[in-house]
């Protein structure tokens, strides 16, 4: 199994840049940040109003044993 590509989210203001997230899936992302933002009456985001970069991930495993994690529940 591959390792899944990793990226930080931010959200450029005035001041520089806000760190917002660091997700596996952009697009899952951005529909659940959408569908918070729903009841304050916003417009929905778009992955192009953030800036987003690939991150550098360092994930070890034990040997041997391989877990692998997806929204707070294991997959194989």
């Known amino acids: 199994m591959t390792e899944p590509t990793i990226y930080n ?12 997230a660091t997700t596996n899936n952009l697009e899952k992302w951005l529909e659940e940040n ?3 933002r729903e009841g304050e009456g916003s ?12 991150a550098d991930s360092y994930i ?7 877990r692998y994690f997806y929204d707070g529940k294991e997959v194989n």
């Open 9 to 20: 989210i931010y959200w450029h203001s005035g001041y520089g840049r806000d760190y917002v």
């Open 34 to 36: 959408n569908s918070l």
């Open 43 to 54: 417009e929905p985001e778009c992955l192009d109003d953030f800036v987003i970069e690939e």
């Open 60 to 66: 070890y495993k034990n040997e041997g044993v391989r």
